[in-house]
């Protein structure tokens, strides 16, 4: 199964903020999306927008150091999760963190490249990379049928992919 991919530049936080509402939008309520860069790119906020599109009321913070919250959506539970302080998957698995990634709801995943094997063979894989002081660099991965039309359908919608 090859990765389908689409790349985005967005130009400030809000324009971050605007695919994370998009994406919100589109989602059922069993996707699992991973998301990796570095500190300050953007993940928490496109996590942020991508709760509100789901009608999550509550504040939506970095779980860095409860790994795991969750939020009430429109289409069940979002569950956000941050791997910053876990090491290795072996720590995933001790605090039973990789239960989440199987689950019902929306599975937003911070640090995804540390889970490594323990993803689900089909996800969306989105890095965020700085391009700038606001700009970013930001690649979506699609594994599995059901996220290539999620990407297609993020096609159709969004202005500043290329």
Avoid at 85 to 100: C, F, K, S, T
Avoid at 103 to 119: F, V, Y
């Amino acid at each position: 199964m090859d990765d389908e991919g689409l790349s985005i530049v967005s130009q400030s936080l809000a324009e971050t903020q605007d695919l994370g509402s998009v994406l919100g939008q589109l989602l059922d309520g069993q996707e699992v999306l991973c998301l990796e860069g570095e500190l300050g790119t953007g993940k928490t906020s496109l996590v942020q927008a991508i709760g509100r599109a789901q009608g999550v009321r509550t504040p939506i913070t970095s779980p860095t150091f409860t790994l795991v919250n969750e939020y009430h959506a429109r289409e069940g539970t979002l569950y956000h999760i941050d791997l910053y302080r876990l090491g290795r998957p072996e720590e995933i698995v001790q605090a039973g963190i990789d239960a989440y990634f199987y689950g019902d709801g929306i599975c937003l995943i911070e640090w995804a490249e540390k889970a490594g094997a323990l993803l689900p063979a089909e996800h969306l894989y989105i890095t965020l990379t700085h391009a700038g002081e606001d700009k970013r660099h930001i690649s979506l991965r699609a594994r599995g049928d059901s996220y290539r039309r999620l990407l297609d359908r993020l096609r159709i919608t969004i202005r500043f992919a290329t």
